[in-house]
Structure formats: C-alpha cells, structure tokens
DNA sequence: GTGGTCTAGACCACG
DNA sequence: GTGGTCTAGACCACC
C-alpha cells in the first residue's frame, strides 16, 4: 500500500493518512473487510513514524471506517453507519466550497455537473441496500 | 457584525473570521463594495487580537475577497476573479465529502439534492451588468 | 492631469504619483520645462489630500525631476543629472528582479528582450548628448 | 547563514530576508533542496524575533522559493514554477527603473549592457535534466 | 525538536 | 484615524 503524502502540505501526517484510505474505499481499492497493514508495516511503507500510523487508524476506528481487532490487526468495515454530526459537517462544508465557487463565478450547472461527476466516479457502493 | 468563533475547534481564529466573512457575502448580509470594520474594531466585537484580525484580512486581500484602502480601512471587493488552485481544491475537497458520503450511505439523488440546496440558498449573484 | 491610482497597492500613494509623474516623462506627455498643476490642483484632480501631493513634489524635487518655483508653481526639469546613488539602486533592483526571473524559468534572452523592448518604448530622449 | 539587515530602510525586515534568500539562491550559494535554518536559529542568528523570520518563511513558501516540511523545517524548492503576476510586475518595475535611468542620461547601450551583465552574473540555472 | 497560533503592547508610515 | 511591523513570551499540534 503506498499513498502520495505531501509533507508541504499543512494538513497533519495522519489526516492525510485518513483521507487516503478513505478515497481507497470510494475507489474501490480498499474493499469491505479486507486486511489493511499493521501500524509498524504502514509506517515502513510510507517512511514515517509509527506513532503517526497509530492516530491515523485510531480516528479511522472512531469514524467507524476499520474495525481493529488485536488477533488480526485491522481491516476494513464491512459498512460504514452514519457517524455522529457526519451531516452537520458535510452541510457547513459544502456551504463554505459552494459559496467561495459561487463568489468566484462559478454558475449553478457547472457547480452540480462537477458535483455529479465525482460522486459517479466513486467505485464503492453500499452493501446492503437496492442500487437504484 | 457578530461572529461566532468556536475556540475548541483546531480551526485558526483567523481562517474561521475569513469564513465567516465568505460565507456572510454569500448569503447576502456583505454586499460587494460595503465597508467592513476596521481591525481594531472587529478585534474589539469579537473580542481577540487586532494582530490576529489583522491575519483574516491579509489572507483574504490574497485571496480577492477584500480591498484594503489605506485612508478608509476594508472594504467587500466587487468582484471575486478566479484565484489559482481553487478549481483544484474544490474538486479535491468535494471528492473527499462525496466519498465519505457515499460510505455512510447518502445514495447520489440524496447527495444532489443536498448540493442543489445548499447552492440555492446562496444569495449573492456576480454582477453581470453595467456599472452603476 | 490624470493619474491611475491604486489604493488597493501598498505602494504609498505620494510615491505611486511620483511615478506616475516619470513615467508620463518617458512617455514623452510631459515635457521637460513644461509647468505640472499646483499641488492644490492636482489633489483636487486625483482626488487625495494636498499633504499627499506636497510630498510627491518633494521627493521629486530632491530628486531632481522637478523644480519647484514660489512665483510659477512647478515644472519638470530640462535635465535629469545623476542623483547620488541612484546607479547603485538600479543595479540592486535590476538584480533582485533579474533573479527572480530567473529562478522562475526566463532564459537569457527573454530577459534582454524584454528589457530592450521596454527602453525602446520610451520616448524622452535627453537634449543635451548626441543620439546614438 | 549570515544577513545584512539595514533597519534604515522602510523595507520591512521579513522582506529583507526573503530578498536575501532570493538572491543567495540566485549566487548559487544555496541550491535547489537544500535545508535552510530553523525559524529560531535564523531569528537567533540575525537577531530578530522568531516571528518576523516566520513570515519571511510564509511569504517565501506562498511564492514558491522553499517548501515548509513539519518535521524537518524548511528547504529551498527543486524548482520555481511560474508564479501569478510575476511577469506583469516584472514588466513594470523594469519599466519605471528604465525610464529613470534613460531620464538621468543612461543610453540604451549602457543599459542592456547592465542588465546584460547581471543577469549573467547569476549561477543559478533551472533543472533541464533527470532527476538523479 | 519543529512550525503555527495568539496575546499584549509598542512604534511607525500613511493620509 | 488607519493598517503594517516588530517584540517578547506563551501555548499548541505535530512528529
């Protein structure tokens, strides 16, 4: 497993981390269950200190997005349930990206066809529950 | 103007001063034009530094959203130009969102609605007319 | 007379009429012993406090670009003689600049040549010396 | 690293180090990758306070010329690319420095001769080839 | 250890 | 009056 961390970036180590495996799963690289390396493993791969690896999956462990099991180190949820405050913070986040894309000119179609692109792009669909 | 700064979040008082200003132009409270108050006056409202106001408008003279006139403080720009790496940023943040979304469950026609909505309910529209 | 203020620049505002003022020189719209406005004049032109103009006037005067007459107002000067160090100025900047192209990617000459179309453009010769 | 620091210039002092940061990487006294001093050790080396070095150091990386690592302070960039408005501001600083050396008798020949020799003066040159 | 943030208070140039 | 700069010193998150 090998992610492009950018050290120049401001964002913290393991919230890059996070965010890398979060985007695995939506594009399907990661899959439900399945085994992600241990910590010490993690931290080689990607040259950076154990520690970091530990905060990353132990936020990943609290937003419910890999299980944690000291037999067989972690592996990926099976489903991701609603985390608390999950969307209160998609809401003031998006309200914050549309309006600074509004202010900068960019029209209602341009905003939803960009919105609607990505999210087709992402690979990952619930398990349970009909695909419409 | 009242905002409200929430000093648990990590969040820089400086980057949530700059939100909130963005997101008061776009919901129609700060017009284009319209005078902000002086550093020393929105440090005393909301009640930090003039130093760390002074930081808020810096980054969003940077970024377009403000003019600063020497003899009359700040004022709301006119018009907000595109600021490099924002297409960029949005498409890569709103990826993020999305997929975290789609994880939890938020099927696409939920997702679409939400961003329609929030869209919407932007108030502020460039000006595409003649100068007044 | 009318001058392109910014007051969103940083640059004071009695330098930028300052240059504004050389700049018109090298243009060839204002000619040496041509008269310029009175410093009330022009403030009420450009629209800024007389103290602002009163100190363009003086920087320019010691600097030798204007003579200033109690009876005649001021006009531009027949001569600009070398000002005590400006040749040591100039190569500072022209470096600083000069480096800065540089390390962004202009070569050798892209730099010359925008630097001679630049002197090109200039239409003040000097009356005394034979044109080359 | 050692730096001369004039506290007679108006030119702030966060300036004055980026200037000289600029130009010491243009005299190929520091290269593409290289680590720059600490923020503390800098301010201590100069004599300045941390957080006047700090905003050299922001400035610096909002411009491209070095790149902030968390863990292991900062360095110069592997490259410069171009940066918003440099070419435009170039082309008018060149302008005014122009005319008034034209206006205080330096002829064209003069003048690409100094600019000539400066830009040559220069030991940096861009990356063109593999990375080793 | 690093850089980033914030405070309190001072001084300055500008207009 | 304004914003801009600088200091001294503190605290924090990150690694």
Do not use: W
């Not at 690289?29 to 493993?41: A, F, K, N």
């Not at 592996?75 to 003031?92: A, K, N, T, Y």
């Not at 549309?98 to 990505?118: H, K, N, V």
């Amino acid at each position: 497993m090998i992610f492009a961390l950018d050290y120049n970036d401001t964002t913290p180590i393991y919230v890059q981390l996070r965010n890398c495996i979060v985007l695995a799963i939506g594009r399907g690289e990661l899959q439900p269950g399945e085994r992600i390396p241990t910590i010490r493993q993690l931290a080689e791969d990607v040259g950076v200190n154990p520690m970091t690896v530990s905060k990353a999956y132990t936020i990943m462990k609290n937003e419910g997005f890999i299980q944690v099991d000291r037999r067989h180190g972690a592996q990926i949820s099976m489903e991701f349930p609603d985390h608390r405050g999950f969307h209160q913070r998609l809401e003031s986040e998006l309200r914050l990206y549309a309006t600074e894309a509004s202010l900068r000119g960019m029209d209602e179609t341009s905003f939803m066809a960009m919105c609607q692109e990505i999210y087709r792009n992402i690979q990952y669909r619930p398990a349970t529950g009909e695909i419409k």
